[in-house]
């Protein structure tokens, strides 16, 4: 297959780490950033402003634009990083036909609050985009390890299997490792679960349970969502297949957003759990907690698939209703297993 013209859309800690991945592989890429003058800072001094900041790049290899349609007009391929809160604001004004014959790749990690539905289902109703020309690119990774060159796995799923290895191929460096399934919505819907799972191991942590309950916790969380995966799989036309939920891009993703330092999901939790409220734990971290919309849309689509979920259950209950924290964990202390 042919050389591809690559775009990033976003400027936040994971987009500047997958820019970081491209261009090392010596990619050059059209990167939107949103505000100009993030732009010329980027240009004088060769990192992020805000991100990631110790991350250098080549501006050779870069073609900075705070026009998206400069962007899509530029690119073969998009990979979409923005959280997905920012996805409608980030892609407005492009008209309807304006991402056909491209190759969309997610590296989101949440559902777009707004609707209570994935990238891909916001892209094809809004754009007319086909499932068979969108991949996603998910972890488990921290984009401070990427920075820094720790190896690192990332899966990347789409339909077409020779499609999938082809646009993995551009990420593949010496501490990448790159793999590839078929399974599109599952691995979505494991991204945005594992930031509701790790929100609730923050708020344990911030509770001062230990290690040992952490790891019930977990253990419970995995089994919670394979049955979520598993019921999303029946009751959707998914055109994947049934795959192995302890894989890395399932469980291993899950494990590292709950026991890592640089999760901002249970960064947020343990906030929470010490007895911040919602809006104060938002001031004080600085970056969305994709975990925080997601609870309330998995409980939206859960009157639908009509799953057992305890822990999403509690955890939404938390945030959105306004439980306490402490009492929440008594009652989920009694279903672990």
């Given at each position: 297959m042919e050389n591809n013209r690559i775009g990033i859309i976003g400027s936040g800690s994971w987009a500047t780490a997958i820019a970081k991945i491209v261009t090392d592989n010596n990619h050059p890429i059209t990167w939107w950033v949103r505000q100009q003058s993030n732009i010329d800072y980027f240009t004088k001094r060769h990192h992020n402003p805000h991100y990631l900041r110790n991350t250098y790049f080549d501006i050779a290899k870069i073609n900075f634009t705070a026009s998206v349609q400069t962007l899509v007009d530029e690119s073969d391929i998009i990979i979409i990083a923005v959280p997905s809160i920012h996805i409608e604001a980030a892609l407005k004004g492009l008209e309807p036909g304006a991402l056909q014959n491209k190759k969309i790749i997610s590296a989101v990690k949440g559902v777009i609050p707004k609707y209570n539905i994935l990238l891909n289902d916001y892209l094809a109703t809004t754009f007319n985009f086909s499932l068979d020309n969108y991949f996603t690119l998910l972890g488990p990774s921290h984009a401070e390890e990427v920075a820094a060159e720790q190896l690192s796995y990332l899966t990347f799923s789409g339909l077409d299997t020779k499609q999938t290895e082809h646009i993995a191929s551009y990420f593949a460096t010496?501490?990448?490792?790159?793999?590839?399934?078929?399974?599109?919505?599952?691995?979505?819907?494991?991204?945005?679960?594992?930031?509701?799972?790790?929100?609730?191991?923050?708020?344990?942590?911030?509770?001062?349970?230990?290690?040992?309950?952490?790891?019930?916790?977990?253990?419970?969380?995995?089994?919670?969502?394979?049955?979520?995966?598993?019921?999303?799989?029946?009751?959707?036309?998914?055109?994947?297949?049934?795959?192995?939920?302890?894989?890395?891009?399932?469980?291993?993703?899950?494990?590292?957003?709950?026991?890592?330092?640089?999760?901002?999901?249970?960064?947020?939790?343990?906030?929470?759990?010490?007895?911040?409220?919602?809006?104060?734990?938002?001031?004080?971290?600085?970056?969305?907690?994709?975990?925080?919309?997601?609870?309330?849309?998995?409980?939206?689509?859960?009157?639908?698939?009509?799953?057992?979920?305890?822990?999403i259950k509690a955890v939404y209950q938390i945030l959105w209703e306004g439980h306490d924290p402490a009492a929440s964990f008594k009652e989920i202390e009694k279903i672990l297993v």
């Open positions: 010496e501490y990448i490792n790159t793999r590839i399934n078929n399974d599109v919505l599952g691995v979505q819907y494991a991204a945005v679960a594992k930031n509701i799972y790790a929100l609730g191991a923050g708020i344990a942590h911030g509770l001062e349970y230990g290690d040992n309950f952490l790891s019930v916790f977990i253990a419970n969380a995995a089994n919670e969502m394979d049955c979520l995966l598993s019921a999303i799989m029946k009751s959707t036309n998914h055109k994947g297949e049934a795959t192995n939920h302890t894989a890395s891009v399932y469980l291993g993703d899950l494990l590292v957003t709950c026991y890592s330092l640089h999760s901002r999901n249970r960064t947020f939790g343990n906030m929470i759990g010490k007895g911040y409220s919602v809006r104060a734990a938002e001031l004080e971290l600085n970056m969305v907690a994709e975990g925080y919309n997601a609870s309330k849309c998995i409980m939206a689509m859960n009157n639908t698939i009509q799953v057992e979920l305890p822990i």
